[in-house]
């Protein structure tokens, strides 16, 4: 079982589910809204895979969540993948939007 990154005795796969299940309780209020969740514990998926998910479960958005660590600065702290569309500028700006709203809150966790 891969736990991804850990710091301080904290597992960035605990961390990255705690996120994910306040993402989904809040987005679970909207009645139109569907959220499939792709990491089970103990269980590891590559971006690809999540992706392949999302297009076998005809999803409008994927969005993936990701914290790192590392002894190199440039590949620290925290990502978040988003759907990208070449196709919809507008879609791509909401997108980045969105990516940056969920990397916001993230850090305001940190500062908590």
């Known amino acids: ?20 299940n306040y993402l989904k309780e809040y987005l679970d209020e909207y009645s139109d809204v569907n959220v499939l969740l792709t990491h ?3 269980e590891t998926m590559s971006l690809n895979d999540r992706a ?9 958005l994927l969005v993936s969540i990701h914290i790192n ?3 190199d600065s440039f590949k620290n702290g925290v990502e978040a993948y988003v759907t ?8 791509n700006e909401q997108m980045t ?4 709203l969920i990397l916001r809150n993230i850090s305001n966790l940190r500062n908590t």
């Open 84 to 91: 990208y569309r070449t196709d919809l500028p507008k879609y």
């Open 1 to 20: 079982m891969t736990h991804g990154a850990i710091k301080n005795g904290i597992y960035e796969c605990d961390l990255t589910m705690t996120i994910s």
């Open 97 to 100: 939007s969105l990516s940056n």
């Open 40 to 42: 089970k514990s103990g």
């Open 69 to 71: 660590s590392s002894v």
């Open 52 to 60: 392949d998910f999302a297009r076998g479960n005809n999803a409008d």
